[in-house]
């Protein structure tokens, strides 16, 4: 009588969710993941175990690893292309052809929304795999990812039957459904919309395997899966919608100030060290209250703290 083998610990956690590489994989396009922002600094390896830093525009394919700095805050959001399109355009390097600027704000909408993940500070993580294939009926899309150390959060838009989106930890390893998730290296796991499954081996190589839903989060500490609290099912819809879209800079839009200002002749040559509101050419009597930069420092921590 023959005697069966059956896998354990990290084994059966690559057979349970299919990480186990199949002929089709083989077969499907390549595709690469584009920086389309960041705060702070990062770098990223690939084969030739060098590190380089990390530049919005810069595209990576399977093989790279990105590295976030340590201070509170950075991070790097990378859009995923499946090798079945591309993403908006991002930067000086957008060539499309732009509407005549009117009156109003001139600014265009991005193509579609994408995949994007972004890895937050003190963070490694691996592209491992990304690719797309048409089967004639659907699109079926690899996504293969490799979360070392840190946390990240990720945007997944619908994806077909046959697609998976997977993201290996230290001890285990989650799939995902969509829409939007937030997962750490220790396997701690939330899922603000869609659904996830997460499978861990614990101490003594036991499989614990997890499906997670919507609004909720699984705890690595206690093997458990529970609802989350409604603020922060929020914070992770609310930035999710923020990162989700990717689109070329807005062009500001401004009017033409027809208001004549008269200057007494017995000023106007100040001695040029004023900051002209803010503007840094000031050319009067040097006492320029410098208000524009401060003003625009404000809407940058606004900014930054809307996102957090």
Not at 273 to 296: A, I, Q, V
Request: net charge neutral; with cysteine.
């Amino acid at each position: 009588m023959k005697k069966c083998v059956f896998p354990t610990g990290l084994a059966a956690l690559a057979v349970a969710l299919g990480l186990v590489a199949s002929a089709e994989a083989q077969s499907m396009a390549p595709g690469k993941a584009k920086v389309v922002r960041m705060s702070g600094h990062a770098r990223f390896m690939t084969g030739n175990n060098t590190w380089q830093p990390v530049k919005i525009g810069d595209t990576y394919a399977a093989g790279t690893i990105i590295q976030t700095d340590q201070s509170k805050g950075s991070y790097v959001d990378i859009a995923l292309i499946d090798g079945k399109g591309g993403i908006a355009a991002t930067g000086p390097s957008d060539n499309r052809q732009l509407a005549p600027i009117t009156a109003h704000l001139a600014s265009y909408q991005p193509e579609s929304q994408q995949n994007v993940v972004r890895i937050w500070e003190n963070t490694a993580l691996g592209i491992d795999s990304l690719g797309a294939m048409n089967t004639g009926a659907d699109t079926v899309t690899d996504t293969q990812l490799d979360l070392r150390a840190g946390h990240i959060f990720g945007t997944v838009k619908k994806m077909s039957a046959g697609s998976k989106y997977e993201i290996k930890l230290p001890n285990g390893v989650a799939g995902i459904r969509g829409t939007c998730y937030e997962l750490w290296s220790t396997g701690l796991f939330r899922i603000g919309s869609g659904s996830g499954v997460i499978s861990t081996v614990g101490a003594n190589n036991e499989l614990n395997t997890k499906v997670v839903p919507s609004g909720s989060e699984f705890n690595p500490g206690t093997g458990d899966v529970s609802p989350m609290p409604q603020n922060l099912i929020d914070s992770l819809n609310k930035l999710e919608q923020a990162i989700r879209v990717v689109s070329a800079p807005q062009l500001a839009s401004f009017t033409v100030d027809s208001t004549v200002q008269n200057v007494s002749p017995t000023h106007g040559h100040g001695n040029g060290n004023g900051n002209g509101n803010g503007n840094g050419n000031g050319n009067g009597n040097g006492n320029g209250n410098g208000d524009g930069g401060d003003n625009e420092g404000a809407v940058l921590n606004a900014a930054s703290q809307a996102q957090h």
